[in-house]
């Protein structure tokens, strides 16, 4: 499963789909309208629509990558469906495991702290932006413990340290540690793990 990356960024393999996504939206426009480069009209608004016409852009939006339910509903809302069209669309997709809210949740967390190096508190933020439940949501960050959190804030200020010589070591350390709570780490684990990692990488 592929997730957005970092401060506003995104993951490598997400760029790289996203890439392949505008290639082929660009060709197909160009054979539309030809080399001329004229822009393709905008997709309609549903205005109601249908219950079929809602699943299948659900199904659509699902192949770029998983997505909450709450961020479909605001999909479709924007695209003009009618509250019921939506609520029964995004109930049979529920009903048959195409949104699952805590598989959702779970990929989310695994994805972003392991690839993007986020902290709990951090991850907490983007399930509640994503308008995953309070309770979906401490289930799937409870698979993140204390340990687990420390060593990836270590592995972080390590890259950061490797083969780069500190010549300020306060204004370094400082730049680390605030490193560390941008990503979610509390201030307190943040400025143990850069004290412990700068003692180690000036005794190495």
Known sequence: MVF????GGEDAGY???????????RRGERGQHGESGQRREREPRAE?????????????????????????????????????????????????????????????VHSRHTYSGKGKKALAVELRLKGVDQDIASEALSQIDSADERERAAELVRRKLRNKPVEDR????????????????SAGMSYEVV??????????
Request: with cysteine.
């Open 4 to 7: 957005i990356d970092g401060d």
């Open 15 to 25: 760029r790289r789909s996203r890439s392949r996504s505008a290639q082929t939206r």
């Open 48 to 108: 109601g629509g249908t219950e079929a016409q809602a699943k299948d852009a659900c199904l659509r939006l699902l192949s770029d990558r998983a997505r909450s339910r709450s961020e479909l509903e605001k999909k479709l809302i924007s695209r003009g469906f009618e509250t019921e069209i939506i609520t029964r669309a995004l109930d049979r997709l529920q009903e048959i495991g195409l949104i699952d809210d805590a598989d959702f949740a779970n990929q989310w």
């Open 170 to 185: 306060d204004k370094v350390m400082r730049r680390l540690v605030a490193m560390l709570a941008r990503k979610g780490y």
């Open 195 to 204: 004290k412990t990692e700068m003692a180690a990488a000036a005794d190495s």
